[in-house]
Structures are given as structure tokens and as C-alpha cells.
């Protein structure tokens, strides 16, 4: 008998969770589960979805105040704040400031047991005083990411406004059940939608192209964050 899964698997193609970009890295390539026509790959709505189950186990483990998940790209704002009032964790998005985990005195120290990462180049700050730290990580990486110094992914689209939204509302549901918060799935009152960035007036979808045309843009930025 086949094992339950967080949701049905239509729900990750209907959020294109599965969708990656046109790039890929040799550390993603296992996670691939074929490549359309038009060059975009396609990651395995299986694997996203035991990959949801062992985060979620794994975050278990640790106290929920403790857990620090972050957000530099804009579409995982909302998700990760809504994650973080869900299960009473802390969110830290926009612009990671040095040593908010590395120096004490710092006006916005924070202390993290364990890091949960929307995109392993843009919350590269984050990653890397983690890595100092010696506090364990956990990153949502697409088929174009490196996953050096993570400690467990999870692969799947994490550009898009409604498969991080999918992503992080299932981690919240699964979490407060694993911790006896919650007892059943319709106890968690709280809709994926209501964990979705909203565009505002005029603003447009971001398309993949579009971000990595930004980034080349920004390369020469003084704060953005560089992998080492």
C-alpha cells in the first residue's frame, strides 16, 4: 500500500512546485526528474513530498522558538512570516544584516538552533554564519542551486509565490501535529492561500528570466550576499 501524502500530488503541479528553471547543478541533478521541451526541469512531486515529511521530522526535534527561517527574495516574504506566527517561530526576511547570529552585541542578535533557508544563493549571509555556528540547515533549492553547506534540502521551485507558499503552510501543518499542537490536518485552520505572497497593484509576476537578469544586474551590489 502506497504511503500517504501531505497533500494530493495534482496540489504540487497545480502550484508548479515541480518546475524548475532551464539551469541545473551537478549537486541537483539527482533530483531532476526529466527536462520539457522548452528546457525548463522537472523535479519529482514524490521526492518534494518525502522531503516536506523529513523536514518536518527533523525540525521536530527542536524547540519552535528556536527555529529561524529566512527570506531574501521578496515571493518568500509572506510564507515565511506566516510559517514563523504559525508555529511560533522567529522569520528574518529581506536583507539578512551580519551577525545577527554571529555577534551578540549585535542590535539584532538572534539565537537559532536550527535555520530553515528560502534560497541557498540569496540567504547566502544567513547560510554562512550558520555554517560558523555550527547550526544545522535546511534550504529549499531549485534545480539551479548549490546545496554546499546545507544541511537538508528540500527540492522544489523556490521562486514561485505559490509552491513556497504550498511548502512552508505544509511545514507549519505537519509541525504543530508532530509536536501535539494539533491533532488532526482540519485543525490547522489556516489556508495555503492565506501564506501566499500577494503582487500588488502593477506589480508582475516575476518569471525566471526576469530574476536572474536582476541578479547579473545587482552583481556589483556592496550588500548582496556572496557565496564563498
Not at 532551464?22 to 525548463?40: A, C, E, H, N, P
Not at 529566512?70 to 551577525?99: L, N
Not at 503552510?169 to 492565506?194: C, M, N, Q, Y
Amino acid at each position: 500500500m502506497a504511503e500517504k501524502t501531505l497533500v494530493a500530488l495534482e496540489k504540487y503541479l497545480k502550484t508548479g512546485s515541480h518546475i524548475g528553471t532551464r539551469f541545473k547543478t551537478g549537486d541537483m541533478r539527482r533530483y531532476i526528474f526529466k527536462s520539457r521541451k522548452d528546457g525548463l526541469k522537472v523535479l519529482d512531486v514524490e521526492t518534494i513530498d518525502s522531503r516536506l515529511k523529513a523536514v518536518a521530522n527533523f525540525l521536530s526535534n527542536f524547540e519552535l522558538p528556536r527555529i529561524v527561517v529566512v527570506s531574501r527574495k521578496v515571493y518568500g516574504h509572506t510564507p515565511a512570516q506566516k510559517f514563523a506566527e504559525a508555529i511560533g517561530a522567529k522569520a528574518i526576511t529581506g536583507r539578512f544584516m551580519p551577525g545577527t547570529f554571529t555577534n551578540p552585541s549585535a542590535r539584532l542578535f538572534v539565537e537559532c538552533d536550527v535555520l530553515i533557508a528560502t534560497d541557498s544563493e540569496y540567504d547566502g549571509q544567513a547560510i554562512k554564519e550558520s555554517v560558523r555556528k555550527r547550526i544545522p540547515v535546511v534550504a529549499m533549492s531549485s534545480t539551479n542551486n548549490s546545496i554546499s553547506n546545507i544541511d537538508i534540502i528540500i527540492p522544489i521551485n523556490n521562486k514561485g509565490r505559490k509552491s513556497l507558499a504550498l511548502a512552508y503552510w505544509l511545514l507549519a501543518r505537519e509541525l504543530l501535529k508532530l509536536k501535539g499542537i494539533i491533532k488532526k490536518d482540519e485543525e490547522f485552520s489556516i489556508t495555503p492561500e492565506e501564506f501566499e505572497y500577494q503582487l500588488k497593484e502593477g506589480e508582475e509576476e516575476k518569471t525566471e528570466e526576469r530574476q536572474r537578469f536582476r541578479r547579473f544586474d545587482n552583481r556589483r551590489r556592496p550588500d548582496r550576499d556572496r557565496r564563498r
